[in-house]
């Protein structure tokens, strides 16, 4: 239980252009969604928190014109890499919060992002 | 992360035990989380700990001490499989309780 799908898996887009990175929560409803950055052989880094019905709230260094999260229903969140860099290749990863099953968070499965 | 700190690498014997250690400071500690990721996949749960002592789930066990900031992962009867990062993760009420990730801890498993 406590599942969150992730998509796509990976995928590679050219400079300039926009990608839409998916995460539904398949068995639960997820208020709270969090969204990650993770860099070869480095930790994941939060970019950004996203709430049910309301603006997300991004950490500090992030920028929310590039970085478009939306989430519009209990049980999906996407992320929108707009005008992408071959900087922003990386892995994001997004994370709901499980209040109720003793695990605290679950992760989507990650999406390797290549821009080229 | 809020000063969260562990070794960067690790390599044990198939069968051996390997303790991890996570070192944080934190304002108003909440929890303590320990991942397992293998390499591109998402981190998956292995352990929470928000009070003292020792936490066993079968081969892997975690500790804490919210006094000295200090908690372990040990991973018992090391299989190959278990070669991963091992991630240290705490929630703090000063940082509305999201998580913070430590840098990782990769163990390698040799034969």
């Known amino acids: 239980g406590a599942v969150v799908s992730q998509h796509p898996s990976r995928v590679i887009c050219k400079s300039g252009t926009s990608v839409k990175i998916e995460c539904r929560s398949l068995?639960?409803?997820?208020?709270?969604m969090f969204w990650y950055r993770q860099f070869p052989k480095q930790s994941l880094m939060l970019m950004a928190t996203?709430?049910?019905?309301?603006?997300?709230?991004?950490e500090q260094g992030v920028e929310k014109d590039k970085f478009l999260i939306n989430h519009a229903s209990l049980t999906l969140s996407t992320l929108t890499v707009t005008s992408a860099h071959p900087e922003d290749s990386s892995f994001y990863i997004c994370?709901?919060?499980?209040?109720?099953?003793?695990?605290?968070?679950?992760f989507g499965s990650g999406t390797r992002l290549t821009v080229v | 992360g809020q000063n969260i700190d562990q070794p960067t690498e690790m390599t044990a014997t198939e069968g051996a035990i390997v303790q991890i250690n996570c070192t944080y400071q934190t304002s108003g500690f909440n929890g303590l989380f320990w991942y397992q990721q293998h390499a591109g996949e998402a981190p998956t749960f292995l352990s929470y700990?928000?009070?003292?002592g020792l936490e066993e789930k079968g081969r892997f066990s975690s500790f804490l001490s919210r006094s000295k900031g200090y908690s372990y992962l040990l991973l018992k009867e090391l299989q190959m499989k278990d070669s991963a990062s091992y991630l240290c993760?705490?929630?703090?009420?000063?940082?509305?309780?999201?998580?913070?990730f430590g840098a990782g801890t990769t163990v390698t498993v040799r034969a």
């Open positions: 994370s709901a919060e499980v209040l109720d099953r003793g695990i605290g968070y679950t």
């Open positions: 996203s709430n049910e019905g309301s603006k997300a709230t991004y």
């Open positions: 068995d639960f409803q997820a208020t709270t």
């Open positions: 993760a705490v929630t703090e009420r000063s940082n509305d309780y999201k998580l913070s």
């Open positions: 700990n928000v009070l003292d």
